[in-house]
Nanobody, 118 residues
Framework: QGQLMESGGGLVQAGGSLRLSCAAS????????MGWYRQVLGQQREMVAV???????IYQDSVKGRFTISRDNAKNTVYLEMNSLKPEDTAVYIC????????????WGQGTQVTVSS
């Protein structure tokens, strides 16, 4: 089935920026979309941004205008550029690739921690 490799998390001050990347490997499946979710301990996982194969995007309202998702279809890699970060953006960010209508292809992994200090 392959795996996802996430990178780019870390600690940043409010107003700062981070760039996350996620590469899907070991599969020849053509994913309909790829995206980033985030989860805070004790809370449900929530969608942050999704990009479809045609390049169209969906964003959570709270990140619109601050986050940008992009994708390299040839490399099965998705990126999340996060600017003007806020303490409420602190979470574990988890990526996945989807087939069909947002059916996760990989098991949800442990993600990468993003911590925004005030």
């Amino acid at each position: 089935q392959g795996q996802l490799m996430e990178s780019g998390g870390g600690l940043v001050q409010a107003g700062g920026s981070l760039r996350l990347s996620c590469a899907a490997s070991g599969s020849t499946v053509s994913f309909t979309s790829m995206g980033w979710y985030r989860q805070v301990l004790g809370q449900q996982r929530e969608m942050v941004a999704v990009i479809r194969r045609d390049g169209s995007t969906i964003y959570q309202d709270s990140v619109k205008g601050r986050f940008t998702i992009s994708r390299d279809n040839a490399k099965n890699t998705v990126y999340l550029e996060m600017n003007s970060l806020k303490p409420e953006d602190t979470a574990v960010y988890i990526c996945n690739a989807f087939i069909g209508e947002y059916v996760p292809f990989y098991p949800w992994g442990q993600g990468t921690q993003v911590t925004v200090s005030s």
